[in-house]
C-alpha cells in the first residue's frame, strides 16, 4: 500500500514561494506511473493543479499554475515536488500528494485519475 507525507505547507505573503514535498513509501517508486498535486480551497471541489508522468517525464499543469509552478519528482528519493512561485491568494488550499500506476496520455486530470493519496498540506496566501 502506497503511503504518501506531504510537507511544505505554510502561510505566506502575496507573491511568496513555497516548495511542497511528498514522500513516498511502500510500493517501489518506480511503479507510479503517474504522480500529481491536487488543491481544495474551503467549499470548493479538489482540482487539478500539476502531474508528472514517470516514463516520459512530460509534465501538465492547470492552467492558473503555468508559468508559476513546477513538478518534478526525485526517484533516486521517493520523493515528488512542487515548487511554487509568485504566490496568489487563490492558491490558497489544501494541497494533497496523488499517485497512480496507471499511464495516463492526456493534459487534465480528475481526482478519480488516482487511487492513492496524501493527507494534504495547508497553503495560505494573504493578500
Known amino acids: 500500500q502506497v503511503q504518501l507525507v506531504e510537507s511544505g505547507g505554510g502561510l505566506v505573503q502575496f507573491g511568496a514561494s513555497l516548495r511542497l514535498s511528498c514522500a513516498v513509501s511502500g510500493p517501489p517508486f518506480n511503479t507510479l506511473n503517474t504522480m500529481g498535486w491536487f488543491r481544495q480551497a474551503p467549499g470548493k471541489e479538489r482540482e487539478f493543479v500539476a502531474t508528472?508522468?514517470?516514463?516520459?517525464?512530460?509534465?501538465y499543469y492547470t492552467e492558473s499554475a503555468k508559468g508559476r509552478f513546477t513538478i518534478s519528482r526525485d526517484n533516486a528519493e521517493n520523493k515528488l515536488y512542487l515548487q511554487m512561485n509568485n504566490l496568489k491568494p487563490e492558491d490558497t488550499g489544501v494541497y494533497y500528494c496523488?499517485?497512480?500506476?496507471?499511464?495516463?496520455?492526456?493534459?487534465?486530470?480528475?481526482?478519480?485519475?488516482?487511487?492513492?493519496w496524501g493527507q494534504g498540506t495547508q497553503v495560505t496566501v494573504s493578500p
Open positions: 508528472i508522468g514517470r516514463i516520459t517525464g512530460r509534465t
Open positions: 496523488a499517485a497512480s500506476v496507471r499511464v495516463y496520455v492526456k493534459t487534465y486530470y480528475k481526482p478519480e485519475d488516482f487511487n492513492s
